[in-house]
Nanobody, 119 residues
Framework: QVQLVESGGGSAQAGGSLRLSCAAS??????????MGWFRQAPGNRREEVAR?????????WYADSVKGRFTVSKDNGKNTLDLRMNSLKPEDTTMYYC?????????WGKGTQVPVPT
């Protein structure tokens, strides 16, 4: 059974940095469309994808315009974790962050971690 578990959430000052980590377990197989990513969702809003990394494609990660240049996603294959390094945080980055993945055509989600950035 696939599981995604986020960690690293917490408060950070505007202009500061924070690192989120997503530990993935229980998946097997290799499909070129498999990816892991980070999403965020504020109350009453749609879930927004902020970064995506294809696991088996030799392509650069994708970032939403709102975070491009500030957030960096990377995968530690040894630990099976997907990290999101967030720099130059803004108050509008405040929300719940979710790790998401698509493995062999099925979508999976973590439970989320809160990132408040006080004004």
């Amino acid at each position: 059974q696939v599981q995604l578990v986020e960690s690293g959430g917490g408060s950070a000052q505007a202009g500061g940095s924070l690192r989120l980590s997503c530990a993935a377990s229980g998946y097997s197989g290799m499909h070129t469309d498999d990816y892991m990513g980070w999403f965020r969702q504020a109350p009453g809003n749609r879930r927004e994808e902020v970064a995506r990394l294809y696991i088996y494609r030799n392509v650069n990660p994708w970032y939403a315009d709102s975070v491009k240049g500030r957030f960096t996603v990377s995968k530690d294959n040894g630990k099976n974790t997907l990290d999101l390094r967030m720099n130059s945080l803004k108050p509008e980055d405040t929300t719940m962050y979710y790790c998401g993945a698509r493995f062999t055509g099925r979508s999976y989600w973590g439970k989320g971690t809160q990132v408040p950035v006080p004004t």
